[in-house]
């Protein structure tokens, strides 16, 4: 789906009391919810890829809004109710849609007018271009409205199954096992090899897709393995940039002190930093 309704006065009774980051993390997971039409993975490591949670505060957000608002169904995966209703209304609505598409769209109304007995002759013809009793129709008929052609259309690449539909292709492995080239791969990225291909099967099994071959899935891994390590980059440098700027912090407190010791001709042994400003200790 590339479109869902949002009432926005339901979801602020709803929401009141989430932070701005849960905001944040229940909106993305409410569209990636819409766009695949089926629920959530259980794993929580899926879900901050989802977001894009990096720092620990954006990962507590998901987990927050994940165990309030998408729950662990029978099948496995993470549910929201209305999402599920919303989603059943709106594909009854296409499928509908689509079989006017297939009769040449809605029927329209159109007046008729009352029948005459033709002339033998009608004004406007010539002599011969009337049919004659017992004339075949299809013999004479132009061929100015021609049948429309079937639909050939068929999946084409990795991807063969969709959101809704009998799945066609392979399912992934549950004894998945990576290539020689996905090995030297995680070693380059210095990822675990063994862990991340459990957590790729995992991942793949919760959300029941399929490829066109085993092949197809050795190539869905190394791309597994360089999304990873750009995940733990993109981590690692939220990271540096945090600390950084703590030290930065500290380092402009302590030269204040200092500065203030100066100014009033007093050791800075004799200074304490409280609620933002600096005090002399007479």
Not at 72 to 99: C, Y
């Amino acid at each position: 789906m590339n479109f869902y309704k949002r009432f926005m006065g339901d979801y602020a009774r709803g929401t009141a009391h989430l932070s701005l980051a849960e905001h944040g993390a229940y909106s993305l997971l409410l569209d990636y919810y819409y766009a695949t039409e089926k629920g959530l993975p259980s794993d929580v490591v899926a879900l901050y890829r989802i977001c894009r949670a990096f720092s620990p505060e954006e990962q507590q957000a998901v987990v927050s809004v994940a165990e309030q608002y998408f729950l662990i169904g029978e099948d496995g995966l993470r549910h929201n109710t209305r999402a599920d209703e919303q989603i059943r209304d709106d594909l009854s609505r296409i499928d509908i849609a689509r079989e006017n598409g297939k009769r040449g769209g809605r029927p329209k109304k159109t007046k008729q007018e009352p029948k005459q007995e033709p002339d033998e002759n009608p004004p406007g013809f010539e002599n011969g271009t009337k049919q004659e009793p017992g004339e075949n129709p299809a013999e004479t008929q132009d061929e100015s409205s021609p049948q429309p052609e079937p639909d050939t259309h068929k999946p084409y690449g990795l991807f063969v199954s969709g959101a809704r539909g009998a799945q066609v292709g392979t399912p992934i492995p549950p004894d998945f096992e990576p290539d020689r080239i996905a090995v030297l791969k995680a070693g380059e990225l210095n990822l675990a090899v063994d862990l991340e291909a459990q957590r790729f099967t995992a991942h793949y099994q919760a959300r029941s897709e399929t490829r066109a071959d085993a092949s197809a899935w050795q190539a869905q891994f190394r791309k597994w393995l360089l999304d990873q390590h750009q995940y733990n980059s993109d981590r690692n440098r939220v990271t540096d940039a945090k600390v950084k700027a703590a030290t930065v912090y500290g380092n402009r407190r302590e030269d204040q002190r200092q500065s203030a010791a100066r100014t009033l001709g007093v050791g800075a042994q004799y200074l304490t930093a409280g609620e933002g400003e600096q005090h002399a200790i007479r």
